[in-house]
């Protein structure tokens, strides 16, 4: 309540705030270039935010890495209507929720990431922000998820040299280099390249987080109307898996020998990996025909290997009591092994065109054909053993030969293809009034195995108003509709049939002045062919695909320059999500979340210096079934030196160190939320 309060009165005193565009400094510039002008994400066109009927948001590189981010869902921590890491600190993949619902990745506009467990996760460092849509974009972005998206913008190449090199030490021996640098080889050649070397444990025993990451780039200007950029990636990572499935008694219900640790490892060290190298391509064609006229072609190819070899107890036979002895020590354990292929290609290619059919009426038509292949192929096999998990005797647990469990075989072979066609009319009328109309047509194929191909076909509309009414307020008004294929199977065997939904949104836009945004909105969505837990099988992760669900919400997300050039972000999100008939809340998934940055310059000589920032994060209590994980608020802070061109800064994410369950499912397992981290990083700019 207290933090919902704090809230309260910053989004008021937004109203308030004069402009100070004239002497914005780097923080006011996050705010501005991060709010008021991200309206271009969800059309494709370079559209402000006050003209476009649906809430975007923005996050530059500055903000999240003052915030503390160190993954993809890091970054997502201070954002209305999103859940980062709602499983806790996860090694494997970048995972959150958007309005309830689970967000698909996207990287320059195309989708970044396939199935599950069959890939490795994008680096922060390689992009200069992250967008996040909330609500459908299926019309615009084709494979999109109902609640919404993320999308990370690459760096690219610039005309004008510089770059950085840091070094950074933290937390659980954290060791890294990174460097980026850019700036032009020939007239009209541009480069830059971004490396990250890492060397690093994590929150839970014996699970590293080592990575090499090289990104290099070049931008050709072939003329003033056309540039072709080609972007290449190689990454490789060595780690683990940090989510180690721990039972709920031991963890949130109680166990007569204790609490388990949170830095507990069920598994074998040096067996256990997550352990990936991943392949990248991407070629970005603009050229110009006109102020009136102009294409943009992608196109993107991604080869992916991944091992993934863990273990986990087996706390789902019988979640309320897993384990064998009157004791409550002895618990069954699992072995899995995995070797996933995952190969993907895509491609968008849109025409732009702008033109009026009256004195006050413009409009904006892009017209778009979009394309995308993918293959997932996994082979698995698993074991079973016995650990007393208060005193685990790592020595005695089976390396299975360093390889695969005995039995191994293919699991998955799923192929899909999907072909879109869309088109999009932005009409401007009287420079007040903003009309977004549009429509596409999507075809996806789909096999497992080399089985009879399956086909599914879909078209989805979205319609949207938005005009200020008086000056910097501006209500909206949108429908719009997903369809999202899904790779893989369900539990009976057969692939997966795409979800489908719609929703519909009212809300208001107020701009106060230059930097300043605030958003209040609210939706009803509706969806059909959700992946559940299949409780009718032994496997805890098989899943079925339930009838329909209903998320309906309200959010607020306000963004300043308060006098004191004093950067102010405030959120605040309230979300019912529902399979409908059950009347209970999806699991996992707090119906209340709020979040509260501020950050600040001060100069202290002509030479130096200091930034400071701090932020409270707070997460509402969740359910499943009848276990309810308590809410819980962590606090971050930032602090940063600057003198000539070097830097030195220390993050500290959850600085009071809160010890907290992240979620905790019925199904038999808890996981851990986020311990205290802290790392310095020292920067040389030039």
Same mark, same amino acid.
């Given at each position: ?47 402000p935010a ?25 970054? !997502? ?14 090694s494997? $993949? ?18 970044d990431?396939?199935s ?7 680096? &922060? ?8 849509l909330r609500? &459908?974009?299926s019309?615009?972005?084709?494979q ?5 998206? #993320?999308?990370?913008?690459?760096? !690219? ?10 070094? @950074? ?41 080592? @990575? ?5 780039s ?18 490789e ?8 499935f ?9 166990n007569?020998n ?38 943009? $072609? ?18 789902y036979?019988?979640p ?11 618990i ?6 995995? $070797? ?19 004195a ?18 996994k ?30 075989a293919?699991?998955?072979? #799923? ?20 009309v ?12 497992s ?15 949207? #108003? ?13 429908y ?43 939706? @009803? ?6 992946p ?5 099988? $032994? ?5 079925i ?36 008939g059950?009347n ?14 501020a950050?600040?310059?001060?100069t ?20 499943s079934g /009848? ?14 030196v ?11 994410t ?6 907290y ?11 851990m939320?986020?311990e205290?981290?802290?790392?310095? /990083? ?5």
């Amino acid at each position: 309540m207290k933090l919902l309060k704090a809230l309260l009165l910053s989004v008021t005193a937004l109203a308030g705030a004069p402009a100070f565009a004239q002497t914005a400094d780097q923080d006011s510039e996050i705010v501005v270039s991060g709010q008021i002008r991200s309206g271009g994400a969800t059309t494709k066109t370079d559209t402000p935010a006050v003209e476009v009927p649906q809430p975007v948001t923005i996050i530059p590189a500055a903000l999240y890495e003052a915030q503390g981010a160190l993954s993809i869902s890091d970054t !997502l921590n201070y954002v209305a209507g999103v859940q980062s890491n709602p499983y806790g600190p996860d090694s494997r $993949v970048d995972s959150a929720t958007i309005r309830g619902l689970d967000a698909l990745q996207f990287r320059d506009g195309m989708r970044d990431i396939f199935s599950y467990y069959a890939s490795i996760r994008a680096d &922060p460092y390689n992009f200069d922000s992250v967008q996040v849509l909330r609500g &459908p974009s299926s019309m615009l972005f084709g494979q999109g998820s109902l609640g919404g998206l #993320v999308n990370m913008n690459s760096k !690219l190449p610039s005309s004008v040299a510089g770059g950085e090199v840091a070094v @950074r030490y933290g937390s659980f021996e954290r060791k890294e280099v990174m460097a980026d640098l850019t700036g032009p080889i020939t007239d009209g050649l541009a480069a830059r390249i971004v490396a990250r070397v890492r060397d690093s444990g994590t929150q839970t025993d014996y699970v590293p987080d080592d @990575r090499v990451m090289i990104s290099p780039s070049l931008t050709w200007s072939l003329s003033a109307d056309t540039s072709l950029t080609l972007l290449g990636l190689y990454q490789e990572d060595d780690g683990g898996s940090t989510s180690q499935f721990l039972p709920l008694v031991g963890t949130i219900l109680p166990n007569p020998n204790g609490k388990l640790a949170s830095d507990t490892f069920i598994g074998k060290p040096g067996w256990d990996r997550y352990d990936g190298r991943l392949l990248q391509g991407t070629a970005l064609l603009t050229h110009r025909f006109s102020d009136a006229a102009k294409i943009s $072609v992608k196109a993107r190819y991604i080869d992916s290997d991944l091992t993934y070899f863990t273990h986990y107890p087996n706390s789902y036979s019988n979640p309320s009591n897993p384990y064998l002895d009157a004791e409550q020590r002895t618990i069954g354990l699992y072995s899995s092994g995995s $070797v996933a292929q995952m190969e993907i290609f895509s491609t968008d290619n849109t025409v732009q065109l702008s033109f009026d059919t009256g004195a006050s009426i413009e409009h904006v038509l892009l017209a778009g054909v979009d394309y995308s292949w993918n293959r997932v192929r996994k082979t698995e096999a698993y074991g079973y053993e016995v650990i007393d998990i208060y005193n685990i005797d790592y020595s005695a647990i089976s390396d299975h030969g360093g390889g695969l469990p005995a039995g191994a075989a293919p699991t998955t072979d #799923v192929e899909q293809t999907q072909l879109g066609v869309y088109v999009q009319d932005q009409i401007r009328l009287w420079d007040r009034v903003s009309v977004v109309l549009g429509a596409r047509r999507d075809r996806v194929t789909s096999n497992s195995f080399g089985a009879d191909r399956v086909a599914q076909t879909a078209t989805t509309f979205r319609a949207g #108003v938005i005009g200020e009414i008086v000056s910097g307020v501006s209500p909206f008004f949108s429908y719009t509709e997903s369809f999202e294929p899904i790779a893989g199977s369900a539990s009976n065997g057969k692939p997966y049939v795409p979800k489908q939904g719609n929703q519909y949104e009212a809300g208001i836009k107020y701009q106060p002045n230059a930097a300043s945004m605030i958003t209040l909105t609210g939706y @009803r969505i509706k969806e059909t062919n959700r992946p559940i837990s299949d409780n009718s099988t $032994v496997d805890p992760f098989d899943q079925i695909q339930a009838g329909s669900l209903t998320s309906k919400g309200v959010e607020v997300e306000a963004r300043t320059v308060l006098p004191g050039q004093l950067q102010v972000i405030a959120n605040y999100s309230y979300n019912e999500a529902e399979i409908d008939g059950s009347n209970e809340q999806l699991e996992n998934v707090p119906k209340h979340n709020a979040s509260l940055w501020a950050a600040r310059r001060f100069t202290l000589t002509d030479a130096v210096s200091l930034r400071v920032g701090a932020g409270v994060r707070y997460s509402g209590e969740n359910q499943s079934g /009848t276990i309810v994980t308590p809410d819980y608020t962590l606090v971050d802070g930032f602090a940063e030196v600057r003198w000539g061109r070097w830097s030195f800064a220390v993050n500290a994410t959850n600085l009071l160190g809160k010890e907290y369950y992240a979620s905790c499912l019925a199904r038999g397992d808890c996981f851990m939320g986020a311990e205290r981290n802290v790392f310095g /990083t020292l920067r040389y700019r030039f």
